[in-house]
């Protein structure tokens, strides 16, 4: 029997009313108000409806014409390497090995003798010389110091020679003849400099998710992997959702394990081993590498290295029986792939596949491909064949793609036809947006207008269809057992973000007609302008009704 007093001393459920503000809904358009109940969106509506149910026992929060919208959903992020990449050398504005060299001294400065000399993000492509420091160097840059600094795309690092030593790196494959370390050689390296106790582990994680907060994001998905981090790094991502500081609520964590299975039995026995529940063996379960460390897997040779194609870490048979496996136990399984040859691959394991297990179960399962920048027209068929959703980095574009830049440096005209947004929609694949943070920033708005500005213009898709990428299409791609997430309709889940705007639109990404509309006969919940020159700034942060973040000018 239930104990009625119990409930009583229950604390009541806070119900909040939000107001005066613009609400991104499809229940209404023209939506300038929201009422809250506990974890749960009560009612959406207008200024007069607002101020006839608004009484002395709700929150009024007054939005002062701020917009409301549904979270945001980073579809693929490495919390513990955004949270290092946070807290140690930021080098995406170093220009020179010098510049690396410098940096790597002023960090090592005071540090004990023992320590490791963490750092992210260089780039040589924006280098005027191109050459990268050796080993010895770094080390005296360091002071005799283990140094890892990881390349922006995080596929290969530079690693001095006491590190190299200590991970047992000398006659692996990827050692080259200066301090960059690639394949086998990389993770390696990548372990041994990620060797942390757990409460290491945790404080970086929440550094990140604290970032994410902060940036309006109310979940992500977390893709763990064997050559990233260990069992301990996943199970820590894992426990945010269970075990965290109920004083300080985070961004909800979906994880993913990339291991591979040969079949159905070992893909029981590695779910069973990891000790936390995963939403599949999928994400960053390598086929290939990275354009810009020229190990992403090509039909033919790279542009600037004649004679390199990349690497191709899982044969066609590897995968097929990874994607057989998980399609004979329902989960998700899923790939990193983005060279043309590492989605051959992938497509040939998808066939393979269906023929051993039928191709119904294989679209049931909801299989989902990572980055996939090299998709043809054949290949983007049978993506749409198969149900596979794709997982991209609209980041990557703008960081590299267009003339002149990093992929046509690496590809040529190959470039061109990177990342194919629009061919995605155009077939019906379903596609969902993240950042791979730290290799791009927690920063959605930018990623939204990565999608408008995409450097061929053929690609370039809608505000509406970005933001809805960004949202509810991640809910989608994780299989969320709640249909309602990344909506704001009554009875949906009240996770959303608040941002201050200079200027909410109607935008569409064909060129050739207006472009930007205010006009409320299109019915169409209105989207920040982006082309302001300035992002729009994160006022609340709200997940299942608690707050994530706070900006003091939000109540002031």
Known sequence: MTDARADLRAEPR???????????????????????????????????????????SMDVIDLQGALLAPGFFDSHVHLTETGVAL???????????????????????????????????????????????????????????????????????????????????????????????????????????????????????????????????????????????????????AGWNGQGDPERPLPEVLPYW????????????????LGVSVLGLAGDLNIDGSVGSRTAALRDDYSDAPGERGSLYLSADEAAAHIAACSELGIQAGFHVIGDAGLDAALEGLDLAAAEVGEQRVRAAGHR??????????????????????????????????????????????????????????????????????VTPLNPWASVRAC??????????????????????????????????????????ASFAVWEVEELMVQVADGRVQSWSTDPRARTPLLPALDTGSDPVCLQTVRDGRELFTNVALRS
Request: proline content about 4%.
């Open 258 to 273: 990339g291991q591979l299975a040969r079949s159905a039995e070992d893909a029981r026995s590695i779910l069973a081993d």
């Open 87 to 237: 807290d140690s050398l930021q080098l995406g504005g170093v220009r020179s090995a010098a510049g690396i060299l410098d940096a790597v001294a002023a960090s090592a400065a005071g540090l004990p003798a023992d320590a490791i000399v963490l750092g992210h993000g260089w780039d040589e492509s924006h280098w005027g010389d191109q050459a990268l420091p050796n080993s010895e160097e770094l080390d005296r840059a360091a002071g005799g110091r283990r140094v890892y600094l990881a390349r922006v795309d995080a596929h290969s690092a530079l690693v001095s020679s006491s590190l190299a030593d200590a991970a047992g790196l000398p006659g692996q494959d990827g050692v080259a003849g200066s301090a960059q370390v690639k394949r086998n050689a990389h993770t390696a390296a990548r372990l041994a400099a990620r060797q942390l106790p757990e409460h290491l582990l945790r404080g970086y994680q929440e550094r990140a998710l604290a970032e994410a907060a902060a940036n309006g994001y109310v979940a992500v998905a977390e893709m763990a992997a064997p050559h990233i981090g260990s069992i301990a790094d996943l199970r820590a991502a």
């Open 452 to 493: 408008l500005e995409h450097s061929n213009p053929d690609q370039r898709i809608s505000a509406r269809a970005a933001f809805l990428g960004h949202t509810r299409a991640g809910w989608r791609a994780a299989k969320y057992t709640n249909p309602m997430a990344g909506q704001l309709v009554p009875g949906a889940p």
């Open 14 to 56: 806070k119900v909040t009313l939000y107001r005066n503000g613009s609400v991104y809904t499809a229940a209404d358009p023209f939506a300038t108000a929201m009422l809250v109940d506990g974890d749960t969106v009560a009612w959406v509506g207008s200024e007069q409806a607002a101020t006839s149910i608004a009484d002395a």
């Open 369 to 438: 491909f990572e980055h996939v920048e090299m998709a043809d027209s054949d290949a983007i068929a049978r993506l749409a064949k198969y149900s596979v959703t794709v997982s991209v980095q609209p980041g990557f574009d703008a960081a590299w793609g267009g003339p002149g830049r990093l992929y046509e440096e690496r590809v040529g005209q190959r470039e061109r036809a990177m990342n194919a947004f629009a061919s995605f929609y155009a077939a019906g694949v379903p596609i969902c947006f993240g950042s791979d943070s730290p």
